[in-house]
Protein backbone atom coordinates (compact mmCIF):
# COMPACT_ATOMS: atom_id res chain seq x y z
CA UNK A 1 0.00 0.00 0.00
CA UNK A 2 1.31 3.26 -0.98
CA UNK A 3 1.82 6.06 1.58
CA UNK A 4 -0.76 9.39 1.55
CA UNK A 5 1.87 12.06 1.77
CA UNK A 6 -0.90 14.41 2.48
CA UNK A 7 -1.61 12.92 5.74
CA UNK A 8 -0.81 15.32 9.20
CA UNK A 9 -0.73 19.12 9.58
CA UNK A 10 0.30 21.64 7.28
CA UNK A 11 1.43 25.10 8.22
CA UNK A 12 1.39 28.00 5.77
CA UNK A 13 3.77 29.68 4.42
CA UNK A 14 2.67 31.86 1.63
CA UNK A 15 -0.59 32.69 -0.13
CA UNK A 16 -0.34 34.32 -3.71
CA UNK A 17 -2.51 35.48 -6.44
CA UNK A 18 -1.19 35.50 -9.34
CA UNK A 19 -2.71 37.10 -12.74
CA UNK A 20 -2.20 36.23 -16.38
CA UNK A 21 0.54 38.95 -15.94
CA UNK A 22 2.12 37.15 -13.62
CA UNK A 23 1.48 40.35 -10.97
CA UNK A 24 0.91 39.25 -7.36
CA UNK A 25 -1.29 40.33 -4.35
CA UNK A 26 -1.50 38.89 -0.92
CA UNK A 27 -5.26 38.29 -0.30
CA UNK A 28 -4.63 38.23 3.28
CA UNK A 29 -1.63 40.16 3.39
CA UNK A 30 2.13 38.74 3.17
CA UNK A 31 1.35 37.44 7.16
CA UNK A 32 -0.86 35.33 6.45
CA UNK A 33 -1.60 32.41 8.90
CA UNK A 34 -3.04 29.01 7.87
CA UNK A 35 -3.57 25.65 8.93
CA UNK A 36 -4.35 22.56 6.30
CA UNK A 37 -5.15 19.04 7.96
CA UNK A 38 -5.55 16.23 5.95
CA UNK A 39 -6.29 12.59 8.04
CA UNK A 40 -5.86 8.92 6.80
CA UNK A 41 -9.75 8.64 6.87
CA UNK A 42 -10.15 10.75 3.63
CA UNK A 43 -11.43 13.80 5.22
CA UNK A 44 -9.72 17.32 5.40
CA UNK A 45 -10.03 20.72 7.30
CA UNK A 46 -7.99 24.17 6.21
CA UNK A 47 -8.69 27.60 8.11
CA UNK A 48 -6.50 30.87 6.72
CA UNK A 49 -6.79 34.46 8.01
CA UNK A 50 -5.29 36.96 8.47
CA UNK A 51 -2.38 37.52 10.90
CA UNK A 52 -3.79 41.13 11.95
CA UNK A 53 -7.21 41.00 12.65
CA UNK A 54 -9.51 43.12 15.24
CA UNK A 55 -10.89 41.92 17.84
CA UNK A 56 -14.51 42.39 18.73
CA UNK A 57 -16.22 45.24 21.06
CA UNK A 58 -17.89 42.85 22.84
CA UNK A 59 -16.65 39.53 24.59
CA UNK A 60 -20.20 38.05 23.67
CA UNK A 61 -19.05 35.49 21.02
CA UNK A 62 -22.33 35.76 18.94
CA UNK A 63 -21.96 39.54 19.70
CA UNK A 64 -20.23 41.96 17.44
CA UNK A 65 -21.74 44.78 15.42
CA UNK A 66 -22.67 43.84 11.86
CA UNK A 67 -19.55 46.09 10.64
CA UNK A 68 -16.94 43.69 12.90
CA UNK A 69 -18.98 40.83 11.18
CA UNK A 70 -18.09 41.60 8.06
CA UNK A 71 -14.81 42.28 8.51
CA UNK A 72 -14.09 38.95 10.46
CA UNK A 73 -15.42 37.42 7.50
CA UNK A 74 -12.95 39.14 4.86
CA UNK A 75 -10.07 38.07 6.90
CA UNK A 76 -11.08 34.27 7.35
CA UNK A 77 -11.56 31.17 4.96
CA UNK A 78 -12.49 27.74 6.13
CA UNK A 79 -13.67 24.72 5.17
CA UNK A 80 -13.82 21.08 5.44
CA UNK A 81 -14.72 17.68 4.15
CA UNK A 82 -13.82 14.57 2.11
CA UNK A 83 -10.56 14.70 -0.29
CA UNK A 84 -9.41 12.67 -2.72
CA UNK A 85 -6.10 12.48 -5.09
CA UNK A 86 -6.47 12.13 -8.79
CA UNK A 87 -3.22 12.11 -11.01
CA UNK A 88 -1.92 15.56 -10.05
CA UNK A 89 -4.78 17.08 -8.21
CA UNK A 90 -6.34 16.80 -5.15
CA UNK A 91 -10.00 17.29 -4.55
CA UNK A 92 -11.55 18.95 -2.13
CA UNK A 93 -15.70 17.98 -1.83
CA UNK A 94 -16.58 20.51 0.55
CA UNK A 95 -19.07 19.60 3.30
CA UNK A 96 -19.10 23.21 5.48
CA UNK A 97 -17.80 26.21 4.58
CA UNK A 98 -17.52 30.05 5.84
CA UNK A 99 -18.59 30.93 2.63
CA UNK A 100 -21.47 29.29 2.25
CA UNK A 101 -21.28 29.22 -1.59
CA UNK A 102 -18.48 26.28 -1.14
CA UNK A 103 -20.71 24.03 0.53
CA UNK A 104 -21.45 21.39 -1.84
CA UNK A 105 -18.54 22.35 -4.57
CA UNK A 106 -15.61 20.04 -5.48
CA UNK A 107 -12.54 22.48 -5.05
CA UNK A 108 -9.33 21.06 -7.29
CA UNK A 109 -5.68 21.97 -6.47
CA UNK A 110 -2.50 20.86 -8.30
CA UNK A 111 0.18 19.71 -5.88
CA UNK A 112 3.60 19.24 -5.71
CA UNK A 113 5.72 18.05 -2.40
CA UNK A 114 9.31 18.81 -2.31
CA UNK A 115 11.10 17.14 0.86
CA UNK A 116 8.77 19.03 3.82
CA UNK A 117 6.62 21.54 1.71
CA UNK A 118 3.76 21.14 -0.81
CA UNK A 119 2.57 23.52 -3.00
CA UNK A 120 -0.77 23.61 -4.04
CA UNK A 121 -2.09 25.63 -6.90
CA UNK A 122 -5.84 26.42 -8.05
CA UNK A 123 -6.86 26.30 -11.79
CA UNK A 124 -7.39 29.96 -13.08
CA UNK A 125 -10.52 31.96 -11.98
CA UNK A 126 -11.97 35.24 -13.09
CA UNK A 127 -12.34 37.55 -9.99
CA UNK A 128 -13.60 40.95 -11.22
CA UNK A 129 -11.82 41.81 -14.32
CA UNK A 130 -8.35 39.49 -13.51
CA UNK A 131 -7.78 36.02 -14.19
CA UNK A 132 -6.19 34.88 -11.51
CA UNK A 133 -4.01 31.48 -10.23
CA UNK A 134 -3.76 30.99 -6.12
CA UNK A 135 -0.68 29.54 -5.06
CA UNK A 136 -0.45 28.34 -1.65
CA UNK A 137 2.82 27.20 -0.21
CA UNK A 138 2.39 24.94 3.08
CA UNK A 139 5.07 23.24 5.64
CA UNK A 140 4.62 20.24 6.86
CA UNK A 141 4.13 20.54 10.85
CA UNK A 142 6.71 17.96 12.98
CA UNK A 143 6.64 19.89 16.09
CA UNK A 144 4.67 16.88 18.42
CA UNK A 145 2.30 17.92 21.30
CA UNK A 146 3.18 16.53 24.57
CA UNK A 147 0.69 13.99 25.97
Not at 14 to 24: A, I, R, T, W, Y
Request: hydrophobic residues 35%.
Amino acid sequence: MTQNQFVGTWQLVSFELKDVNGEVSYPYGKDTIGYLMYAEDGYMSVVIMAANRSNFSSEDFFGGSTQEKANAMETYLSYCGRYEIKDKKVIHHIKASLFPNLVGIDQERFFEFTENYLSLTTPSFKKSDKRLTAHLMWERCTKTIPT
